[in-house]
C-alpha cells in the first residue's frame, strides 16, 4: 500500500479494520506498507485453521472525525466469480483482468475506531492478517 498526502495524526489507513503500520519512504508526504494474507483455503492445506482474509476492505480513517472518508475493495478472483479458461493473451488484457479486482466503494461507513496492528519484529512494515485474532 502507497499512500501520497495524508496528514499525519489525522489520517490513517487500515484493511479489514486494522491499522496498517505505515513508514515513510524518504519522499514528502509518502508513506508505504505491504500487507500479508490469506487469499485461499483450499480442502487439504498446510494450515487448515487459518481463515481466509478476503475481500480486502481498505479504508482512509479520518481520526479528528472517527470516520472513513473513502476507501476500496480488493477481491483475489473476479468479485462476480467469472473464472477465466486461458491465461491472458498480452499486458492489456492481463491489467483489465487486475483492475476488474478492484472495486472503488465499499468502504466501511459510519463513526469507528480502526484496531492497533499487532507488533510483529520480523516483519515490522508488513501487516500479516494471518496472525490477527477475530
Same mark, same amino acid.
Given at each position: ?62 481520526? !479528528?472525525?472517527? %470516520? &472513513? ?12 466469480? @467469472?473464472?477465466?479458461? +486461458? ?24 463513526? !469507528?475506531?480502526? %484496531? &492497533? ?12 492478517? @494471518?496472525?490477527?485474532? +477475530?
Amino acid at each position: 500500500m502507497r499512500v501520497i498526502g495524508a496528514t499525519p495524526g489525522r489520517h490513517a489507513v487500515t484493511c479489514n479494520g486494522i491499522e496498517l503500520p505505515l513508514r515513510p519512504t524518504g519522499t514528502t508526504s509518502e508513506l508505504v506498507c505491504g500487507v500479508r494474507y490469506r487469499a485461499w483455503q483450499p480442502p487439504s492445506c498446510l494450515h487448515p485453521t487459518i481463515p481466509v482474509d478476503v475481500p480486502l476492505v481498505f479504508d482512509l480513517v479520518d481520526r !479528528w472525525n472517527d %470516520r &472513513a472518508v473513502a476507501g476500496c475493495t480488493y477481491h483475489v478472483a473476479h468479485p462476480a466469480g @467469472r473464472t477465466y479458461e +486461458r491465461l491472458p493473451i498480452n499486458a492489456n488484457e492481463a491489467e483489465a483482468r487486475r483492475a476488474a479486482r478492484f472495486q472503488a466503494e465499499g468502504h466501511t461507513p459510519g463513526i !469507528w475506531a480502526p %484496531r &492497533a496492528a499487532p507488533r510483529n519484529d520480523e516483519t515490522p512494515f508488513t501487516l500479516d492478517l @494471518r496472525l490477527v485474532r +477475530r
